[in-house]
């Protein structure tokens, strides 16, 4: 791991970004305090499938918005 001042950053970056092309990352400094990570860019592990494209692999059942009047009769004070 290698820690850059910002000045050298702004007029490095070429060459810190080679090095982070070769795996290693680079801290960014302001005043001797870490503010930043450079590090190599990892693609998103997963695709994201478009709008649609779960289409036949998700149902709704027919009563899905029937009426609950006796879910809560359960709770009810028996009194």
């Keep these: 791991m290698h820690i850059v001042n910002i000045h050298e950053a702004k007029t490095q970056l070429s060459r810190l970004l080679e090095e982070v092309a070769r795996g290693q990352d680079v801290i960014i400094a302001r005043a001797g305090q870490p503010v930043a990570r450079l590090s190599a860019y990892q693609p998103p592990r997963r695709q994201i499938d478009p709008p649609g494209g779960m289409a036949g692999e998700i149902w709704m059942a027919e009563d899905f918005d029937a009426p609950l009047d006796d ?7 028996p009194r």
Excluded: A
């Design 71 to 77: 879910l809560f009769d359960c709770l009810s004070d």
